[in-house]
């Protein structure tokens, strides 16, 4: 399934980049028809439109220092890829703890003081705008010039007919400048520099020689 999704995107209009599943199963008690380890996941990884292992939505896993999910983590640092984070509510030690095994990004923040802890922890904020979860009302207010460089879009799921009606992150930047008063650099910044920075797309994001924006 991964392997048809990257080879199905390659050579269209756009560039179309993927994270690794992190967690198939969701559970032990889930017969999905495969397991996705650090083995398999690794036959994958270095694909250069592999941007590294999706959500870790196992965060008792990580916390607890489960061996399959420190395995796929390690191998995914290990060649230089991206962590994405789902810890919703998590806080304290166990938040310090989610963060230091390499976890980077997080989208999950649905309230001021969990954005500011991850900020704290040096992870970038995903501020969602998505279809059923709608963040951004409640996050928006809380990025400054200080720690704009820390945050950026992300729609999470969004269906595909919301996507034609009102767009996709081109919809959070409207939202963040026509109801929020948002400066409209800091939302594109935040909207494509930013993101091809977390992400490590080099050369991307920028208005700029060199660059493709």
């Given at each position: 399934?991964?392997q048809?999704?990257?080879?199905?995107?390659?050579?269209?209009?756009?560039?179309?980049?993927?994270m690794?599943p992190?967690?198939?199963?969701a559970?032990?008690?889930?017969?999905s028809?495969a397991?996705?380890g650090?083995?398999?996941?690794?036959t994958?990884i270095?694909?250069?439109?592999?941007?590294?292992?999706g959500?870790m939505m196992?965060?008792p896993?990580?916390?607890?220092?489960?061996?399959d999910?420190?395995?796929?983590i390690s191998m995914?640092?290990s060649?230089g890829k991206?962590v994405?984070?789902?810890?919703?509510?998590?806080?304290?030690?166990?938040m310090?703890?989610y963060?230091?095994a390499g976890i980077?990004?997080?989208h999950?923040?649905?309230?001021?003081?969990?954005m500011?802890?991850?900020?704290r922890?040096?992870?970038?904020?995903?501020i969602?705008?998505?279809?059923?979860?709608?963040?951004?009302?409640?996050?928006?207010?809380?990025v400054?010039?200080?720690?704009?460089?820390r945050?950026?879009?992300?729609?999470?799921?969004?269906?595909?007919?919301?996507?034609?009606?009102?767009?996709?992150?081109?919809?959070?930047?409207?939202?963040?400048?026509?109801?929020?008063?948002?400066?409209?650099?800091?939302?594109?910044?935040m909207?494509?520099?930013?993101a091809?920075?977390?992400?490590?797309?080099?050369?991307?994001g920028?208005?700029?020689p060199s660059?493709?924006?």
């Amino acid at each position: 399934g991964i392997q048809y999704i990257l080879d199905s995107t390659e050579n269209i209009p756009f560039n179309a980049y993927v994270m690794l599943p992190s967690c198939v199963p969701a559970t032990d008690f889930e017969t999905s028809g495969a397991k996705l380890g650090a083995k398999e996941l690794e036959t994958l990884i270095a694909h250069p439109r592999v941007l590294g292992l999706g959500e870790m939505m196992n965060f008792p896993g990580v916390i607890g220092g489960d061996s399959d999910v420190i395995e796929k983590i390690s191998m995914c640092l290990s060649y230089g890829k991206k962590v994405d984070g789902h810890s919703p509510m998590l806080k304290g030690h166990a938040m310090n703890a989610y963060a230091s095994a390499g976890i980077t990004t997080e989208h999950e923040c649905t309230t001021k003081d969990e954005m500011l802890e991850r900020l704290r922890l040096g992870m970038y904020i995903l501020i969602r705008e998505g279809t059923s979860a709608q963040d951004l009302d409640a996050l928006l207010p809380n990025v400054t010039i200080k720690n704009m460089r820390r945050c950026l879009f992300c729609t999470d799921d969004k269906h595909p007919e919301d996507i034609l009606s009102k767009g996709h992150i081109s919809n959070n930047i409207r939202k963040a400048i026509k109801k929020h008063g948002f400066d409209p650099i800091m939302a594109i910044t935040m909207a494509t520099y930013n993101a091809a920075e977390c992400y490590n797309l080099k050369g991307k994001g920028a208005v700029s020689p060199s660059y493709a924006a």
